[in-house]
């Protein structure tokens, strides 16, 4: 297989796009990717600051060295889980990113220590409330990557979410009919509310398996172990059968999500409609501040709930 | 040639020479979900592994949200 551009030898084939490139021009074709979304869904502009949200597995972190090399002023926060092992490990590879391409590119890492700043893992957290590991995770992750982005003025904060996890949590709420999530399924989410940053997936154009190569090529070492949470997750399933049908017919998740997006562009005038609907029912939480369209916002009554141990 | 597999983390062996497209089909591995590295580098799947290459297949797919 010969690179499609230079016709020197390839490193990757890319069925979906009818190409393969050698590890220079694939570069070249993962920044245009990148580029071409911050663009076309408006993400940023190349003074804004961002905040990157990353894990130390290869999504996060080949997404914040996209960003440095395109030039753009990117820093990162890493949220420490406390889930042993995986937790020790996928920190070391964020720290040791940001000490190398993060330093040389004067950005820096910010961490979030939820043994210390919640008073216990992610773990026992989650049975302290009764709640499945995995959504007490996405409300201490998602309350405190906003917290961080609005106290230290970034901009807007940037997820390395790719193609097939927009596809397989597109595919999860359609099968379930799950319509009041749809709207938020944009790769591009305004800052609703004051209070509230603005939220980006520049890798929404990038498949997995593009990604992770990306990360193999341009040697980022990052954590191939899973979260040990995941195990049996329905987004795996989801995935699986994406890439099953993928394999058959290359093009597969692209055409489902990208055309979702087309559709909901036509259909309504998505970002403006979405703050409208935001703002009129958003307000401070009582406890910290924050928005939230209840008295109390999810984290602090989940907090609250850890402190008593008693459910809902 | 060793091949390298994770979840679990395993070794097995395959009788070379072998094409890596052939490689995951023997192995019941889906494409779209892995790369295959050689000696640290990407190989596509058109190219022939020889009985003596150390080969990793490397699944991409994570599961969190
Ligand atoms: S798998 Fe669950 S617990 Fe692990 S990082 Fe993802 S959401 Fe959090
Ligand atoms: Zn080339
Ligand atoms: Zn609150």
Known sequence: MNCKKCHTKAVIGLPRHNAAFCKVCFNAFVREQVARAIKGERMFAPQDRILVAVSGGKDSLALWDILLKLGYKADALYVDLGIGGYSATSRKKAVQFAETVGASHQATLLTHTVQEEEGAGIRELAMLIHRPTCSACGTIKRYQFNRAAIAHHYDVMATGHNLDDEAARLLGNVLHWQEEYLDKQSPSLPASVEGFAKKVKPLYRLSEREVAAYAVLNRIDYIVEECPMAKGSKMLLYKEVLNRLETESPGTKQAFYCGFLEKQAKAQPAAASMAEKDQASLRPCSTCGQPTTAETCSYCKMMARAKTGSPR | ?65
């Open chain 2, 1 to 65: 040639m060793k091949v390298q597999l994770s979840h679990p983390e395993r070794l097995v062996e395959v009788k070379g020479p072998k094409r890596v497209k052939e490689l995951l089909r023997d192995l019941n591995l889906v494409a779209e979900a892995h790369l295959v590295i050689r000696r640290d580098e990407l190989v596509t799947e058109d190219e022939f592994l020889k009985d003596d290459d150390a080969v990793e297949i490397r699944p991409v797919i994570s599961g969190g949200s």
